[in-house]
């Protein structure tokens, strides 16, 4: 008998932690942003049950019942769980691509991809498209989260990149295309694996047939496809074939983007039947890079070294040891003036942004990248706190098409959530310290 008890003691303590978990609560005091864009709602009261959120309001209009438990979010700035709708779970900030494609697979779906997943929940970070990795590892991970497995943000996954011919080394998680057969064939593939969304590189190195065709494809298995838009020729094919969003600024150095690029782009925006024209332009990994360069106490944070093994925290630092001799970055400084142009010139010709960061490529972490877009965006390129909220909460879920489930702080909707000590609209980057997050109702910080 007394060999059961401790065992007892064990499983009345697990049980007693899983109903805390699924215990009513409401969130009490602060200000809430909700997602929709209107007058925040101040003393803001949101009612939990489970999940999901059951009511919304605030201390002179909704009474908080005795059996809920009380979360103080006085003092804070509350809102929806932050969207970054492209991140990649496979790398860290390890600036040694090659190598780390060679040296890291086997840790892959175990070690890596979660510890990723569980650092962006933890800076706030509740839904991420992950766009491009390889396809098995992309499904299990997860597959494993939304099973409640393992802690991470919930993940959109695309599997494998798609484009012309992959890289040597790096078959596993990028797919060639040879011919119009082949690329819908890929296609089926991955529609049948279960992937969320396409990921689509290099078009311009396609035929006009075989980007037509992937597009074509995808949308036949009510899959979207995300484009890259590096190159002018990218962008003007991936928009004749009718993909559905579009990401990064651009390789280049050019100023701007061509006038007969703009002018397309102005056409699709002001075609409403096709909806809004998506675009994440992933801008603080560049915009930030001398200062970083220049600056380095940020790289030792220790909060990107959560989930991973003390081996590859120090692989990835010794990688980047000489920040200012990767020749991932050397053509950033001549870059760097284009960007506040290019996304001036999206936001002039009615494209809707995304937050986006192509957080986990050297020195970026996905414990930090998301907040640092935001900061850009607002800080550097003078966009309303708003606008750059919404980017990463409302428009993310619509696009996405779970804007039923998530995206808004609304009754009936998953209890994503997140609070920030501050004012949010008045000092954006508070964000790089979120306080306290809810995914689904659980509370994970």
Same mark, same amino acid.
């Given at each position: 008998?007394?060999?059961?008890?401790?065992?007892?003691?064990? +499983?009345?303590?697990?049980?007693?932690?899983? =109903?805390? !978990?699924?215990?009513?609560?409401?969130?009490?005091?602060? &200000?809430?942003?909700?997602? /929709?864009?209107?007058?925040?709602?101040?003393?803001?009261v949101? +009612?939990?049950?489970?999940?999901?959120?059951?009511e919304?309001?605030?201390?002179? &209009?909704? $009474?908080v019942?005795?059996?809920?438990?009380?979360?103080?979010?006085?003092?804070?700035?509350?809102?929806?769980? =932050?969207?970054?709708?492209?991140?990649?779970t496979?790398?860290?900030?390890?600036?040694?691509?090659? /190598?780390w494609?060679? &040296?890291?697979?086997?840790?892959?779906? *175990?070690v890596i991809?979660p510890?990723?997943?569980?650092?962006?929940? +933890?800076?706030?970070?509740?839904?991420?498209?992950?766009?491009?990795?390889?396809?098995?590892?992309?499904?299990?991970?997860?597959?494993?989260? @939304?099973?409640?497995?393992?802690?991470?943000? &919930?993940l959109?996954?695309?599997?494998?990149?798609? !484009?012309?011919?992959?890289?040597?080394?790096? $078959?596993?998680?990028?797919?060639?295309?040879?011919?119009?057969? %082949?690329?819908?064939?890929?296609?089926?593939?991955?529609?049948?694996?279960?992937?969320?969304?396409?990921?689509?590189?290099?078009?311009?190195?396609?035929?006009?047939?075989?980007?037509?065709?992937?597009?074509?494809?995808?949308?036949?298995? @009510?899959?979207?496809?995300?484009?890259h838009?590096?190159?002018?020729?990218?962008?003007?094919?991936? =928009?004749?074939?009718?993909?559905?969003?579009?990401?990064?600024?651009?390789?280049?150095?050019?100023?701007?983007?061509?006038?007969?690029?703009?002018?397309?782009?102005?056409?699709?925006?002001?075609?409403?039947?096709?909806?809004?024209?998506?675009?994440?332009?992933?801008?603080?990994?560049?915009?930030?890079?001398? /200062?970083l360069?220049?600056?380095?106490?940020? +790289?030792?944070?220790?909060?990107?070294?959560?989930?991973?093994?003390?081996?590859?925290?120090? *692989?990835?630092?010794?990688s980047f040891?000489?920040?200012?001799?990767?020749?991932?970055?050397?053509?950033?400084?001549?870059?760097?003036?284009t960007?506040?142009?290019?996304?001036?010139?999206?936001?002039?010709?009615?494209?809707?942004?995304?937050i986006?960061?192509d957080?986990?490529?050297?020195?970026?972490?996905?414990?930090?990248?998301?907040?640092?877009?935001?900061?850009?965006?607002?800080?550097?390129?003078?966009? %309303?706190?708003?606008?750059?909220?919404?980017?990463?909460?409302?428009?993310?879920?619509?696009?996405?098409?779970?804007?039923?489930?998530?995206?808004?702080?609304?009754?009936?909707?998953?209890?994503?959530i997140?609070?920030?000590?501050?004012?949010?609209?008045?000092?954006?980057?508070?964000?790089?310290?979120? %306080?306290?997050?809810?995914?689904?109702?659980?509370?994970?910080?």
């Amino acid at each position: 008998m007394k060999n059961l008890i401790p065992t007892f003691l064990f +499983l009345f303590v697990v049980c007693m932690e899983g =109903l805390a !978990q699924n215990h009513k609560k409401a969130l009490v005091g602060g &200000t809430l942003i909700d997602g /929709y864009g209107g007058l925040p709602i101040k003393n803001s009261v949101i +009612l939990i049950e489970g999940e999901y959120i059951k009511e919304v309001g605030s201390l002179a &209009t909704l $009474e908080v019942p005795k059996d809920y438990t009380i979360i103080s979010t006085e003092g804070m700035s509350v809102l929806p769980g =932050l969207w970054d709708m492209h991140v990649h779970t496979m790398i860290n900030g390890h600036a040694d691509y090659s /190598y780390w494609d060679k &040296t890291y697979p086997p840790l892959l779906k *175990d070690v890596i991809m979660p510890a990723s997943a569980e650092q962006l929940l +933890l800076a706030g970070v509740t839904s991420a498209r992950d766009l491009g990795g390889p396809l098995e590892e992309s499904i299990a991970v997860r597959d494993a989260i @939304n099973e409640g497995s393992i802690p991470g943000a &919930t993940l959109y996954v695309s599997g494998p990149f798609i !484009q012309h011919s992959p890289y040597p080394g790096t $078959e596993d998680f990028r797919w060639g295309v040879n011919g119009a057969d %082949d690329g819908r064939k890929k296609i089926k593939k991955l529609a049948k694996a279960g992937v969320d969304v396409i990921k689509l590189i290099d078009q311009d190195k396609m035929t006009m047939e075989e980007v037509k065709a992937i597009v074509d494809e995808a949308h036949k298995h @009510n899959l979207k496809v995300v484009a890259h838009a590096h190159r002018p020729e990218e962008i003007r094919r991936a =928009l004749m074939a009718g993909a559905d969003c579009f990401e990064h600024t651009g390789l280049s150095s050019a100023p701007s983007y061509p006038d007969d690029i703009m002018q397309m782009i102005k056409e699709r925006t002001a075609d409403m039947s096709q909806g809004p024209l998506y675009w994440c332009p992933t801008v603080e990994g560049l915009y930030n890079y001398e /200062y970083l360069r220049d600056n380095q106490e940020e +790289l030792d944070n220790d909060s990107w070294h959560r989930g991973l093994p003390d081996s590859v925290i120090t *692989d990835i630092k010794n990688s980047f040891a000489h920040p200012d001799r990767l020749p991932y970055f050397q053509l950033t400084p001549s870059r760097k003036p284009t960007l506040e142009t290019k996304v001036k010139q999206l936001l002039d010709a009615g494209v809707v942004l995304l937050i986006g960061t192509d957080s986990g490529i050297p020195m970026k972490f996905h414990s930090q990248s998301t907040w640092h877009e935001f900061d850009v965006w607002v800080n550097k390129f003078g966009i %309303d706190p708003m606008y750059a909220i919404r980017a990463a909460t409302y428009w993310p879920a619509l696009w996405t098409g779970v804007a039923d489930k998530v995206g808004t702080v609304t009754p009936g909707k998953y209890a994503d959530i997140i609070a920030v000590k501050g004012d949010v609209l008045r000092h954006i980057n508070i964000l790089q310290d979120v %306080d306290i997050v809810l995914k689904k109702g659980k509370q994970y910080k």
